[in-house]
């Protein structure tokens, strides 16, 4: 089949362009960010923000702090919100981390649970940004599935496989594992090509 003078010369500037242009991974894969040594995990809830910082390390992290941000039952929902604003803003002046990952939404049967949690997202997220910080997500299901590898695991699995990976006298509670997994996950996929890499937030 044979092209004309203008298709081939169009072809002839196609392949000069490939030649010049910077090289790209190929299939898609994308390299994670690299360097981020202090990550900040953060599993929000409006009554219990768990938060764990890790210095990150995917062969040797460490624990530099974790804890929960809890919010009495009787509270407004104006106040919980400002208290987790206000609690994770002390954590990030305090620590200084680097980088923020963040527990993605999940499906929520119940409309009214998912807009709560919406609101503790926000709160969270909105404390992290005004730091500075780079902010990804990463969903439950992979963080459980990096963590335990099972994508279904139970949250005294995860918490039980934090507490190993991170070498701690004690169980962690629910909601700061939760955040240390996730921030766990996080170091762990530093350096590796992924076809689906962390949603920047």
Request: net charge positive; aromatic share 4%; proline share 6%.
């Amino acid at each position: 089949m044979g092209i004309t003078p203008l298709q081939f010369r169009k072809l002839e500037v196609r392949l000069k362009t490939a030649r010049t242009a910077k090289p790209v991974n190929e299939g898609g894969l994308r390299p994670l960010a690299r360097g981020h040594r202090l990550v900040l995990g953060v599993d929000p809830s409006l009554r219990g923000t768990g938060y764990g910082i890790i210095c990150g390390s995917r062969t040797a992290p460490t624990l530099v702090t974790c804890g929960t941000i809890r919010c009495a039952a009787g509270w407004e929902h104006s106040r919980c919100l400002l208290a987790i604003l206000h609690g994770l803003r002390d954590v990030l002046r305090q620590h200084k981390p680097e980088v923020c990952v963040i527990e993605g939404l999940f499906f929520a049967q119940n409309l009214q649970t998912a807009l709560i949690m919406g609101e503790a997202r926000g709160a969270a997220i909105a404390a992290v940004a005004e730091a500075g910080l780079e902010i990804y997500e990463i969903a439950p299901r992979k963080v459980k599935q990096a963590i335990v590898g099972y994508g279904a695991a139970q949250k005294l699995a995860v918490a039980k496989m934090v507490q190993r990976l991170l070498n701690l006298p004690a169980v962690p509670e629910p909601d700061a594992a939760d955040a240390l997994a996730l921030a766990l996950t996080h170091a762990q996929e530093q350096g590796r090509y992924s076809l689906t890499p962390p949603k920047r937030v």
